[in-house]
C-alpha cells in the first residue's frame, strides 16, 4: 500500500543566495564602463577636455559653408544682372533691391555671419588678385590681414 508523504512546512531555509556576490560585480563593473564613456565623450566634445581643435575646426567649416553660400547667391546675381554687386552696394544687394535695378528678386533672406559674429568682407572689383570679387572673414580674431582671415577662393 502507498503511504502518504509527509510535506515539509517549516518555511523557507535562510541561506544567502550565491548569486549576490555575482549582480555586486555586475553593477560595479557597468558603473565603471559607464564613467569610461562620460569621459571619452567629454574628452571628445568640450574643449577644456582636449577636444578644442575639433570645435574651432568646426567653426571654420562652418564659416566656409556661409561664404559658399553667398557665393552662389552673388554667382546668381551676376547671372541675372550681368555684374557682380559693386563695393558700395555690398552683399545687401543680395537682400535689399539696390536703386535703379528692375527684375531683382531676393537672392539670400538675409547675409549671414561667420561663427565668430563677424560681417563678412566684400569688394567689387577685387583688391587682392581674385577673378572678380573679395569675399572673406576676419576670422576668429577679427583684424583684418592676419593668417586666420578665411577667403572664398583660398
Known amino acids: 500500500m502507498n503511504t502518504p508523504q509527509t510535506l515539509d512546512y517549516s518555511g523557507p531555509k535562510t541561506t544567502k543566495p550565491q548569486r ?3 549582480r555586486w560585480l555586475r553593477a560595479l563593473l557597468f558603473l ?3 564613467l569610461l564613456a562620460t569621459a571619452i565623450f ?6 577644456q ?3 578644442g581643435g575639433d570645435h574651432e575646426r568646426a567653426k571654420f567649416n562652418t564659416t566656409r559653408a556661409s561664404i559658399n553660400m553667398i557665393k552662389q547667391a552673388l554667382n546668381t546675381f551676376e547671372v541675372d544682372h550681368d555684374r557682380f554687386p559693386t563695393t558700395t552696394e555690398g552683399l ?3 537682400v535689399h533691391q ?4 528692375s527684375d531683382w528678386h531676393p537672392y539670400l533672406e538675409k547675409i549671414p555671419t561667420d561663427a565668430w559674429g563677424g560681417k ?3 569688394r567689387c572689383p577685387s583688391t587682392t588678385g581674385a577673378p572678380f570679387y573679395d569675399l572673406y572673414s576676419f576670422g576668429p580674431d577679427s583684424q583684418d590681414g592676419t593668417p586666420d582671415d578665411l577667403y572664398e577662393d583660398r
Open 20 to 22: 549576490s556576490k555575482g
Open 32 to 34: 565603471l564602463l559607464s
Open 42 to 47: 567629454l574628452a571628445l566634445t568640450t574643449p
Open 49 to 51: 577636455y582636449g577636444g
Open 92 to 94: 545687401d544687394a543680395l
Open 98 to 101: 539696390p536703386k535703379g535695378m
Open 120 to 122: 563678412f568682407e566684400y
